[in-house]
């Protein structure tokens, strides 16, 4: 996509009122001059996520998300830039100037490839109601599906020629390589043609998080295998990306507060049919990293249901351990013997099913269970060697001891002793923690005195420029506040008298960093009485803390050169620091 202009955005965010907007998606409550929810962002059960129309930006103190209107679309939604802004613009009733797709290849392949996949679901939809979809049409039915679920979930048929789909392709002049790259068609051996990779299946087209269609999956109708065939990965489809249905269930599994995570398509299909709509599919064997993110942005507790036969499974055990290693509150519901969710829900009806998710045991103990069940109480090693990298990876301090405790009871040994095996799984575990500390953005540490003067600076053009005589850029810490002041000083140096802070977000589009400082700055703002003495303060800490940073640089440095015996360095070192210590009375 290529940049919208700021002008427009700026026209947009004029037209749109951020309470009004986010009312829209969630209830709001007036206290004061702001408005109050709990927070759609993360589980809470008293208000944190706060609205101010003056400002027209959002915060929530107990996750720290923040912005203005469209990143609030963006996070809700799970929306892009270019698509929230896209939405707004229409609501807001401002035209979006035809801005020209990206020229780079990768670009416009995927919106090539998207398209495509639109055009063969509809195909596939339209055969599966033409003649020659009688057969798959009935076999859905007796399935039951209804006809809504259809057209929701745009299943659909391939009809069983070698090149049904291809030469209906040619007729549309549609290049045959963008067939291929979509993995719609395979290319023929022996410089034959390409054929149809779906044929005589019904289709499932796969959708993404924003519900375009990436993959489709292939099904046969009687007991020939394989029952199930995909989309190849492409340019748009990576497997290990995609949780099946979360596009129809993501709005529900926010509400609800937790997911239902099953396997297949029908599991998914089936359950939604009949009210189940927190609902969705892995499409694979085990989790990935990358769905569990993308879960993770909607809630932190899945019930993840398993067949009897695929309960005991070792592989599907360890599988687990990734989803409590990303913080997920994790149980597990077991079916019986020989039932699916689809078959399990259409036999005994929605209410049976919920039953069962909510009677799922916690990971702890359901895992404990079955290693106990499966190999008797005599080889605790065994055991213990399964419980323990589970239990390291539990993120509170609190339950893992507790968990440690309750193994420790369960098998008849001393809890010091599991410590100590404990001890040595330890490592990895806090490896890992630390380096994903690193890259999430709320754990980032401003200086808060840099951040509180930035919320004075936004303030107003007189704040702004009393900072600007007493402080230099460089004696701001954080590279995001520079940023940001830089950008202040361009606007009120070119006549800007008041900042609106949901429109200097928009400014900062890409920097995350940036727009948690000006949230974060905002956020201050609303426990600021005194603006005068607070500027004060500020300045007044800014300057201490540089001069204790560059104390403690001497410092280090001054004993390097004594222990090099570098004398004219000392003496250096030795004035610098006392001119310091100078300044600081002064
Ligand atoms: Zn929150």
Not at 238 to 245: E, P
Not at 247 to 265: C, D, L
Request: include cysteine; proline fraction near 3%; glycine fraction near 8%.
């Amino acid at each position: 996509m290529g940049r919208i202009p700021q002008e427009v955005i700026d026209r947009i965010l004029d037209r749109l009122d951020i309470v009004e907007v986010v009312s829209g998606y969630i209830q709001l409550k007036k206290t004061g001059r702001n408005f109050k929810a709990n927070c759609p962002f993360h589980n809470e059960k008293t208000p944190s996520f706060v609205v101010s129309p003056d400002k027209q930006i959002y915060h929530c103190f107990g996750c720290g998300a923040g912005g203005n209107v469209i990143n609030f679309v963006m996070k809700y939604e799970s929306m892009d830039f270019p698509e929230a802004v896209e939405v707004l613009a229409a609501r807001s009733g401002v035209d979006l100037p035809k801005y020209k797709k990206n020229t780079g290849e990768g670009s416009s392949l995927s919106a090539g490839l998207y398209e495509i996949n639109k055009i063969a679901a509809l195909f596939y939809q339209n055969s599966l109601r033409g003649e020659k979809g009688k057969k798959p049409f009935e076999y859905l039915k007796k399935r039951g599906i209804d006809t809504g679920t259809l057209d929701e979930f745009r299943i659909g048929y391939a009809p069983a020629g070698w090149e049904t789909f291809r030469k209906y392709c040619e007729a549309k002049n549609i290049p045959a390589d963008v067939l291929r790259k979509a993995g719609l068609t395979v290319p023929g051996e022996k410089g034959r043609g390409d054929y149809d990779r779906f044929r005589n299946r019904i289709t499932f087209p796969i959708f993404n998080e924003r519900g375009h269609i990436v993959a489709f999956g292939g099904r046969v109708m009687d007991d020939s295998l394989p029952k199930y065939i995909n989309s190849p990965e492409t340019a748009i489809y990576t497997k290990g990306n995609v949780l099946y249905g979360l596009n129809f269930s993501r709005k529900s599994i926010r509400e609800t507060g937790s997911a239902v995570i099953v396997e297949g398509y029908m599991d998914v299909i089936i359950p939604f049919q009949r009210g189940i709509t927190n609902i969705v599919a892995a499409s694979g064997t085990a989790l990935t990293q990358g769905q569990i993110s993308m879960l993770r942005k909607y809630t932190n507790t899945a019930v993840m249901v398993f067949d009897a036969d695929k309960a005991g499974e070792s592989a599907s055990l360890r599988g687990l351990d990734i989803l409590v290693e990303n913080g997920m509150d994790i149980r597990i519901a077991t079916l019986p013997e020989g039932e699916d969710p689809d078959s399990f829900v259409r036999k005994n009806g929605k209410e049976s099913f919920e039953n069962i998710v909510n009677a799922a045991k916690g990971l702890f103990d359901y895992k404990l269970d079955i290693l106990i069940e499966r190999s008797g109480i005599r080889d605790i090693g065994g055991i213990v060697d399964e419980m323990l990298p589970t239990i390291s990876k539990v993120g509170s301090a609190v339950i893992q001891s507790d968990y440690l405790k309750r193994l420790a009871e369960r098998l008849g040994i001393h809890e010091a002793s599991l410590r100590y095996e404990m001890g040595k799984v330890r490592p990895d575990y806090s490896y890992r923690y630390a380096s994903e500390s690193n890259v999430d953005r709320k754990s980032r540490n401003y200086r808060s005195s840099e951040i509180h003067l930035l919320g004075l600076a936004i303030l107003g053009r007189d704040k702004f420029f009393r900072i600007q005589d007493e402080l230099r850029l460089d004696m701001f810490r954080d590279r995001s506040v520079r940023k940001i002041i830089r950008l202040l000083g361009d606007l009120f140096n070119g006549g800007e008298k008041d900042i609106n802070p949901g429109k200097l977000l928009s400014r900062l589009e890409k920097d995350e960093d940036a727009k948690t400082a000006v949230v974060q700055a905002l956020a201050k703002m609303e426990i600021t009485q005194d603006v005068d003495k607070a500027l004060d303060d500020c300045i007044f800490c800014i300057r201490r803390e540089n001069r204790e940073d560059e104390l403690k640089e001497l410092t280090s440095r001054l004993k390097e050169a004594q222990q090099s015996n570098n004398n004219t360095e000392m003496r250096e070192l030795l004035t610098r620091i006392n001119m310091i210590h100078k300044e600081k009375v002064a």
